[in-house]
């Protein structure tokens, strides 16, 4: 609890970012008439990136990362850990197990912020639930935190990693990494969004030298997954989801929920993956969701963070992807944490809350298309 309030009035002395208008490049974005971007013309993705996730064993943020990391042309820099699937102990130790199975122990783990912003989130909990109704998970508050990465309450598949995590923490890698590489780092947030929130409240003068923010998060035109109003990643930590988009990206990106909901994973995935000559990610999934789907055929599910990977590195993968104001509801009551999306058209001026910032929505996207870029991606070599 010491932590948490020592937390809050660190935050409570860093001045608010400036009410700045958005980047020209942003400003300049094209769109159609009836206020949706134009058809994607860009590159496929390349260049440098970050992964900040809350790391799984083989979940859609491991997938994210196997993606990143066997892409042509993408660099990736590091993989910050935040807590929210996981506690960021338990997430720390799954990236860098993971890294280390496929070969790519020299990609940087960087431990990040264990708590939301928000001092006694996981307590108000309870009183959530009675009021609202309760959730169906809570992530990492349904479970004991670790003490250590290395000292879990089951050691990870395989075993725990023999790399260790940076020493630095995850606020000054990314602040490092960034004014190092100005204009050129894409920054995946596909987690809580705690460790951008606070990069950006804590070190301003690196907003303009990220080149893009590709967010999964929010829930825009269906239910949330989580609450009848939020998505998981921004019901975990509304107040660092709300800092997030609010802040002047020279280009942002939101892969909500309602994106992945027309994505689903299957057994017949599944063994378009593992299909052929064993490699080190085949293992993987033929050891962690061989089983899932040995015991039951029609499982299936969702592959939330994984969409985010795919639209960066072919565009072409979302469909119909309109420009809007966004925001995140962080006043505590039914709607804490509800993403909030606010529409252009030429026919009037948007009415969006003041501070808000336009970004790219991708609600719906080339399912087909996905699944060959995916499967393609996971059996490198």
């Excluded at 390349?46 to 859609?60: Q, S």
């Excluded at 309450?153 to 940076?166: C, K, L, M, Q, V």
């Excluded at 060959?372 to 991606?377: A, I």
């Amino acid at each position: 609890m010491q932590r948490r309030t020592l937390l809050s009035s660190a935050l409570a002395a860093i001045p608010a970012l400036p009410l700045v208008t958005a980047s020209a490049s942003a400003a300049s974005a094209s769109t159609a008439p009836d206020g949706s971007a134009a058809p994607a013309t860009a590159p496929a993705g390349r260049g440098p990136v970050i992964l900040d996730a809350d790391m799984g064993e083989l979940n859609d943020d491991a997938v994210t990362m196997f993606m990143l990391a066997k892409a042509p042309d993408v660099e990736l820099l590091g993989v910050t850990v935040v807590s929210g699937n996981t506690w960021v102990e338990e997430g720390t130790a799954y990236a860098l197990r993971q890294l280390e199975l496929i070969g790519r122990a020299d990609v940087p783990v960087v431990a990040g912020a264990g708590e939301p912003l928000m001092p006694g989130r996981q307590e108000r909990l309870a009183a959530e639930n009675i009021l609202y109704g309760k959730t169906p998970w809570a992530g990492a508050f349904d479970s004991a935190r670790p003490p250590a990465y290395d000292r879990l309450a089951r050691p990870p598949y395989g075993g725990y990693p023999r790399t260790r995590p940076s020493r630095s923490a995850a606020v000054d890698f990314i602040v490092e990494q960034v004014k190092r590489r100005p204009h050129e780092i894409t920054f995946f947030a596909c987690g809580p969004a705690t460790n951008l929130a606070l990069a950006v409240r804590s070190h301003p003068e690196i907003v303009p030298l990220f080149k893009e923010v590709i967010y999964m998060g929010g829930a825009f035109d269906k239910p949330g997954n989580i609450t009848p109003a939020a998505e998981f990643n921004w019901w975990f930590d509304p107040e660092s989801a709300r800092i997030a988009v609010r802040t002047p990206f020279a280009r942002q990106t939101v892969l909500p929920d309602d994106a992945a909901v027309g994505v689903r994973y299957t057994k017949a995935r599944y063994e378009a993956v593992v299909a052929g000559a064993d490699t080190p990610v085949k293992k993987i999934f033929r050891d962690l969701h061989g089983p899932l789907f040995a015991q039951d055929p029609g499982h299936s599910t969702f592959v939330w963070d994984a969409l985010t990977a795919a639209v960066f590195l072919d565009p072409r993968i979302a469909v119909r992807p309109r420009e809007r104001y966004v925001d995140v509801d962080a006043a505590f009551g039914p709607d804490y944490g509800r993403a909030l999306g606010y529409g252009l058209d030429e026919f009037s001026a948007p009415r969006n809350p003041a501070g808000t910032r336009r970004a790219t929505v991708v609600t719906e996207v080339d399912a087909e298309r996905f699944w060959r870029l995916y499967t393609s991606l996971l059996r490198r070599p």
